[in-house]
């Protein structure tokens, strides 16, 4: 499995899905249990939801640099 593709899917599933993003947020584990379809370790799921908050961060931050650019 490649785990930064799925990273990448999920964040595109949280961007574009409220319901899958209301659900990732209130219980993660399940969410990306339920969507991946194989059953992991709890150590690696966590490492996805990890790697899923940091893209999402990463990704709020470059909108937030965008808005401020276009100021100037």
Known sequence: MDIKAKIGDIVER???DKD???KFSS???QAIKGIIGVDLPDEQINAIID???AKITL???D???GSIKKLF
């Open 20 to 22: 899958f993003a209301a």
């Open 14 to 16: 949280v961007k574009s």
């Open 63 to 65: 909108d937030t640099l």
């Open 51 to 53: 790697g899923v908050k």
């Open 27 to 29: 219980n993660p584990v």
């Open 59 to 61: 990704a709020k931050a």
